[in-house]
């Protein structure tokens, strides 16, 4: 055979097979932002697969659970290392190898020196930023993308206290550096107050990523337009557009009852609706309970209230995946596929009957392929938990880890919901997330606190709603009352290839009982676990709607009533807050410390006596330059004597003091102290405080 006659054969032979090959695929400023406003891509296993992890000023004493520093709280001003850049100071916040793509930005700062700087972004290991400016105009103020990709919350707190978001994405083929470059930062002192939290993808080298530009964001004008107002406008209804089927049903469900909707085949539910109304409507929506299996597999399990983002109380909001209408319709968006059928399913689990005056399930074509994964919503509840744990350990001062899910399997993290009622006039929310993906030895999350996490800021209780986070009801952030927040994910979803855990800390500023309710959404390949079970003894469970519901009076023990176990009925002017010093020597090193704000303001507080009679009562309190002239009495009758709060700091800033209120008629079970401020001495700083350590009771 002629030799030279193979050649042409071989040549085409090696075309052939080259050509078979997949190639490299390119990720863009285009493609990430198509992905934003891609429904299905969210229920697919990422192909090809990409981490994402955060960047973040978390406290860097956090090393390990079993080392002390683990709970550390000052997670301001931490950055990576500081820079000289052509006569410039710069702290590096973010620093990473490519490919990759910067997916969402969020900062918050603690006072106008810390907002005043430039930050600068560094594409590719070049001298010169792509990105530069003033923080608050690149991140929330506009100068790069306007609402909602750049946005602040919430818009009814101060611009400057809110948690501000960028979702605007950037990818980087090899390396993205970001910095801040602020006068006044001290990196020892780690202030003034700067936060942040930076989530990022990186990708198999084999993937082609185009580096971010601002001129071809330019170019890009008119998609980012219509991004934008495609996430301006998610929330019409799917019910109203073509190919889609919608199953309903309504009546009134009595105790145990059910309404299940089966949908056979292939597809993918795209809507749910409910609407619910029964005689106690918080109970209701706390003990009406969703659930859903997909394939044979049931995923789905969630009071009908925490499942839509509304806790048990309706709130109106709107978010890409879920919202509450004026009508009080709850409404949820996710896509749910599944590859041979579904079944829907609404139960009443509480003691009343409950209406169902809305209940549409509305599905659609979708195909099922490898990649496919099943929609998860897991739920529970920490009911009547001390927020403050007894037993420290590692330093913790009593702070601890809340697991909200740990999945086994392949699939993605998509979002986090938390209903808590707060029983204190004190923020319930100081501490930060820790994700832990796929076994790795330290979280590639570690947050800055709860707030932080939920993109807005500073514990503030103002109600807002964001395409993907929201505060449907704050009432609980400062004061007695219900707290709802949300995150859902999208650009910045997390994949795990065999596992993840989300722990949240626990980190109540003062030590009481608080109701804690997360609910966790995600995605799995069909075989993945979750370790959150259905438990419907917690949704039968009655919901608190005042402090009473949780603090229970507490009895007098051996003749003494702690003034920090007495439980608050009512306060007319000012807050309260239990007070710990060691050096102070109180009963338990805590005090009852009342700060009023005026002459004639009451604290009325109840607690248990086991033996109805009469009692002779003494009381060991606080004095200080700022605390005023008070007087006490027990259920209605006031001790003539009035104590003097005030004290001249002579040898000791503060002291205590005791004396006899005189004697009191008390009854067996409850009864009432009330403390009453009367006036203040002259030279007294006028904060008109009140602490009370022990009433000691000893039955005449």
């Known amino acids: 055979m002629n030799k030279n006659n193979l050649l042409p054969a071989f040549i085409l032979i ?43 000023s978390y406290d860097r004493h956090s090393v390990s659970p079993d080392s002390a520093g683990w709970f550390a709280n000052h997670d301001a001003s931490w950055f990576i290392r500081q820079e000289e850049n052509n006569g410039r100071r710069e702290f590096v916040m973010f620093d990473a190898e490519g490919p990759g793509a910067l997916v969402r930005f969020w900062m918050t700062f603690g006072d106008k020196d810390a907002y005043t700087g430039v930050i600068r972004f560094y594409f590719d290991g070049y001298d010169k930023p792509e990105i530069e400016g003033p923080v608050l105009d690149i991140i929330s103020g506009g100068a790069l993308v306007g609402e909602p990709l750049s946005s602040s919350v919430s818009p009814e707190s101060n611009y400057y206290q809110r948690g501000h978001n960028l979702y605007l994405p950037f990818p980087y083929s090899n390396h993205l550096k970001i910095t801040y470059e602020c006068e006044a930062l001290d990196t020892e002192k780690h202030s003034p ?50 190919n889609v089927k919608v199953d309903s049903e309504k009546g009134t469900l009595a105790t145990g009852e059910s309404f299940y909707m089966s949908v056979p085949g292939s597809g993918a539910i795209r809507e749910i609706q409910i609407k619910i109304d029964a005689d106690d409507l918080p109970q209701a929506l706390r003990s009406t309970v969703l659930d859903i299996e997909f394939d044979g597999e049931k995923t789905v399990w969630a009071p009908v209230g925490d499942f839509f983002g509304t806790g048990y109380k309706i709130c109106e909001y709107n978010t890409l995946y879920s919202n509450v209408s004026e009508d009080s319709t709850m409404e949820c968006n996710w896509i749910m596929p599944f590859s041979k059928n579904a079944r829907v399913t609404i139960t009443n689990m509480g003691d009343q009957d409950v209406d169902i005056l809305k209940f549409y399930v509305i599905t659609k074509d979708y195909r099922w392929d490898k990649n496919s994964m099943h929609f998860g919503a897991s739920w529970h509840e920490l009911h009547e938990i001390e927020s403050v744990k007894d037993n420290s350990e590692n330093d913790s001062d009593g702070h601890f880890d809340v697991n909200y899910v740990t999945l086994k399997g392949k699939g993605v993290y998509m979002g986090t919901g938390l209903t808590v009622f707060n029983t204190a006039d004190a923020w319930w929310g100081e501490g930060d997330e820790k994700i832990w993906v796929d076994n790795e030895t330290f979280p590639s999350f570690v947050g800055t606190g709860t707030e932080d996490y939920f993109g807005y800021a500073w514990c503030l209780p103002a109600r807002f709603s964001h395409f993907l986070i929201a505060q449907p009801d704050g009432s609980g952030n400062f004061y007695p009352g219900m707290t709802e927040n949300i995150r859902y994910y999208l650009l910045d979803r997390i994949p795990f290839e065999n596992s993840l855990q989300f722990d949240m800390e626990m980190w109540h500023w003062v030590k009481t009982v608080i109701n804690y309710a997360p609910i966790s959404y995600w995605y799995m390949i069909p075989g993945g676990t979750c370790n959150i079970k259905p438990n419907p003894e917690a949704a039968k469970q009655t919901v608190a709607i005042k402090k009473t519901d949780l603090i229970k009076p507490k ?146």
């Open 555 to 700: 009895q007098v023990k051996n003749e003494i009533m702690e003034g920090e176990d007495l439980r608050i009925i009512e306060v007319s002017n000012g807050s309260y807050y239990l007070q710990s010093i060691e050096e102070l020597e109180w009963s338990n090193n805590t005090q009852l410390w009342w700060i009023a704000a005026s002459d004639n303001a009451t604290l009325t507080a109840d607690f248990i006596v086991p033996e109805a009679g009469t009692y002779h009562i003494e009381m060991t309190y606080t004095k200080a330059m700022d605390y005023a002239n008070f007087k006490v009495g027990f259920n209605g009758k006031f001790s003539p004597k009035i104590f003097s709060g005030y004290h001249d700091q002579t040898g000791r800033e503060v002291v205590k003091d005791s004396g006899s209120l005189g004697t009191f008629k008390l009854n067996k079970g409850i009864n009432k102290v009330t403390i009453k401020t009367v006036s203040k001495n002259p030279n007294a700083v006028p904060k008109y405080m009140v602490g009370i350590d022990f009433f000691r009771l000893k039955k005449i």
């Open 14 to 56: 090696m075309i052939i097979t080259i050509s078979c090959q997949p190639l490299d695929r390119e990720v863009t400023l285009a493609s990430l932002l198509n992905e934003i406003t891609d429904r299905n891509i969210v229920s697919q296993y990422p192909d090809p697969l990409f981490t994402v992890k955060q960047f973040s």
């Open 193 to 242: 107050s700067v936060y942040y939290n930076i989530n990022y993808r990186t990708y198999p080298k084999n993937i082609l990523v185009r580096s971010f530009t601002k001129k071809e964001m330019d170019s890009l004008s008119t998609l980012i337009e219509e991004v934008q107002n495609k996430l301006k406008n998610f929330n019409n209804t799917l019910s109203k557009t073509k």
